[in-house]
């Protein structure tokens, strides 16, 4: 059973990381170029909620450097 359950795992993780040609060239999929701002002093982070940082962090760091997060 427990030999089973390994090759159906790595028969799963292997295959699901391939896509077709219609997925990659899906026409409704944006493209965005990168583009040069003014320096505001301000580092925008996103993240999940999961994995925000804490107000007490965030200050330290503005304390710390100047730069507001």
């Given amino acids: 059973m427990r030999s ?12 699901s990381g391939c896509l ?12 965005f170029e990168a583009t040069l701002r003014e320096d505001d002093g301000v580092l925008r982070v996103l993240t999940y909620d999961i994995a925000s940082l804490s107000e007490e962090f965030l200050q330290e760091f503005t304390n710390e450097t100047g730069i507001e997060v």
């Fill in 20 to 31: 077709g040609e219609d997925l990659l060239l899906a026409e409704d999929c944006s493209e």
């Fill in 4 to 15: 089973l359950f390994m090759v159906a795992l790595l028969l799963c993780a292997s295959l």
